[in-house]
């Protein structure tokens, strides 16, 4: 089965750090790109960007780029966001969802992982 | 590239609901639509306009031509009730995914 597993719920202060992580199985990740999906509370879904797991060749969309930084290690077929200084605005659902190249749909997702970010 | 939805869309079960999403020139791109139901993720109804993903059932049909791209659902069932959202990417200056801002459909 072709799935894509995210890491647990987070909560952080504003300035820490965090990494969430999102873990594929059933199909050949190398492959594939990975996207990361925003989701604040009640709103609608805001593309983060993507990565390449085939090279790590990453897009950000501009509202995020020198946000968050997107990695992955195909040797563990898992992709990363990370934040280096949290803000209250960070706080959502992340999905990551998969996609065969640029452009392409996202046809498979994963369950999300809630950030909250709270003094 | 901004993409316009009707925030919602009530229909009684049976009957056929109409999403349109609106984009200049959308009719040139590749429209995605996704269903999310409360507290699960999206999951992709229509891929390259009109084609159906496995187990997506014949009831969800789309079209896409000129300003404005459109998900139907036909003989709406309950369970259809969630938000919908359309996609594209925008191969312009800025290549980007740009995602509607949601449809809530209500099944009266």
């Known amino acids: 089965e072709v799935q894509l597993v995210q890491s647990g719920a987070e909560v952080g202060k504003p300035g820490e750090s965090l990494k969430i992580s999102c873990k594929g199985s059933g199909y050949t990740f190398t492959n594939y790109w990975i996207a990361w999906v925003r989701q604040m509370p009640g709103k609608g879904l805001e593309w983060m960007g993507s990565i390449y797991l085939g090279d790590s060749d990453s897009r950000y969309s501009p509202s995020f780029q020198g946000q968050v930084t997107i990695s992955a290690d195909t040797s563990i077929n898992t992709a990363y966001v990370r934040w280096n200084s949290l803000k209250a605005s960070d706080t959502a659902m992340y999905y990551c969802?998969?996609?065969?190249?640029?452009?392409?749909?996202?046809?498979?997702w994963g369950r999300g992982t809630t950030v909250t970010v709270s003094s | 590239y901004v993409l316009t939805q009707p925030p919602s869309v009530s229909v009684a079960p049976g009957k056929t609901a109409t999403i349109t999403c609106g984009g200049n020139?959308?009719?040139?791109?590749?429209v995605y639509w996704f269903q999310q139901k409360p507290g699960q993720a999206p999951l992709l109804v229509i891929s390259?306009?009109?084609d159906r993903p496995s187990g997506i059932p014949e009831r969800f049909s789309g079209s896409n031509s000129g300003d404005t791209a459109t998900l139907t659902i036909s003989r709406v069932e309950v369970g259809d009730e969630a938000d919908y959202y359309c996609?594209?990417?925008?191969?312009?200056?800025?290549?980007?995914?740009?995602f509607g801002p949601g449809t809530t459909v209500t099944v009266l």
């Open positions: 020139n959308i009719g040139s791109k590749t």
């Open positions: 969802a998969r996609h065969k190249a640029v452009g392409d749909y996202m046809d498979v």
């Open positions: 390259y306009d009109s």
């Open positions: 996609q594209v990417w925008a191969n312009s200056r800025d290549p980007l995914y740009v």
